[in-house]
């Protein structure tokens, strides 16, 4: 009798079970904007359900947005500085004082015709001394001394007339030596006191050019061991709430659940993490580099690139890759943990 009232019961409780699976099939179908507007809810529960791990996850993947962001504005500002040193550097040619104008025009032809020289400029002894003069025209006492006649006349007398080149490629100047070197009309004419200024800044291009490509390496490198070390927590946070949470996984597959509605709870909890260490990670990238710009500028750092970004409505997309980025980390993370642990629970 016992029997006979175990084995109704229990084809009662199939009977229940699969009328609220047909339910439930027919609200999702009906309704799929309900059911993910549960799986956000129950996904933000969980989040809270389990703060202190995170805020860890949190704050692991705020750094790590942070590094990639330091990465990323290093590189770029690097790079535009050694570019904006190379558009100013021009090799300039000194030839014998007194080199007349015509002179000077016909090395001017020969010197344009080389593929690698973007722009030549010349100047006169006279020429070369007039823009002494501007250029110190804050010291009257200077001024006073040298626009005496018979100091103008010895100034100009011993002032090398001067040819400046602009080069497209100031990594490469063999071509620019070639003819300054070979050339009979510029060996006739250059000024043996003072050599052609083939090196100037180079060293300073390298240097930067080269901590450029370390910052670089060096913010990938940690950039990755930052990422590794988020994923490997969220991870951690995903399968101890799969584990803390797996009765009700259980009744939830009993009810016939669908397995999204399963598994995406733990992915949205992962996703409120990415996305609120992204805002965090932007937030701050924004105000440390209003900080430390005034300060690279000092030095002579091209940081106007990156401030034209954040100081306009790029802004926002600055933001919006932030989120995509911490949404795409968690998002990643969590769909590992679940793949993993969610059919064991």
Partial sequence: MTDDKTSRSKKSLKGIAKEKLKTMKRSSAKHPVREKSRIVKYGAIGFTRNIWLSTAATAVMTLTLFILFITVVASVILSNTADAMREKIDITVYFKPGTSEAVLGELKETMSADSNVKSVEVATSEEEYEKFISEHQDNKELLEVVKEDDMRQIMIAQMQSTMRIKAHDVD?????????????????NLDNKK??????????????????????????????????IS?????????????????????????????????????????ICGIIAAILAATISYFFFGLIAPKLADYGINTDSIKEVLSSNKLILVYLVFIVAGTAIGSISARLAVKKYLNKA
Avoid: C, H
């Fill in 172 to 188: 490469d100047l063999s071509s620019i030596k070639n003819i300054v070197e070979t050339d009979d009309a510029f060996q006739n």
């Fill in 195 to 228: 050599a052609p200024t083939y090196n100037v800044n180079q060293i300073e291009i390298a240097t930067i050019t080269t901590w450029a490509r370390i910052a670089r390496v060096s913010g990938i490198i940690l950039g990755i061991v930052f990422l590794v």
């Fill in 231 to 271: 994923v490997l927590i969220i991870f951690s946070t995903i399968r101890l709430s799969i584990f803390s949470r797996r009765e009700e996984i259980y009744m939830m597959k009993l009810v016939g659940a669908s397995k999204g509605f399963t598994r995406g709870p733990f992915i949205v909890e992962a996703e």
